[in-house]
């Protein structure tokens, strides 16, 4: 399974962990061929670089959109365009299940 760990040593850097989540469970660091932007943060749990069971990404994101809902307060209806578009429809779902409760 991929880590992330091989740029993080190499480099000398490291996630650092907010004390709410291990982001390390989430991502890892990896580079690209771009000289303005080399550093690339990977998604362990959305699939789209690294291989991720589907139940593992639906998690994320229903996790993902309970903590931006506790963030906002009342969720308003919000819409995603980003490259992690699954994720996006994920949030939005658990934001719109919320207020309509």
């Not at 994320?60 to 919000?78: D, I, Q």
Request: glycine share 10%; charged share 20%; proline share 5%.
């Amino acid at each position: 399974m991929w880590t992330g760990g091989w740029v993080a040593r190499r480099l000398g850097v490291r996630l650092v962990d907010t004390g709410q989540t291990d982001l390390r469970a989430l991502a890892g660091l990896a580079l690209r061929l771009d000289t303005l932007r080399a550093h690339l943060l990977v998604s362990s749990v959305l699939g789209k670089y690294v291989p991720a069971p589907p139940a593992k990404a639906i998690l994320a994101g229903e996790a993902l959109g309970r903590a931006v809902a506790a963030c906002l307060g009342e969720p308003p209806r919000c819409w995603f365009a980003e490259t992690a578009t699954a994720l996006g429809h994920l949030v939005a779902d658990v934001l719109d299940t919320l207020t309509r409760k």
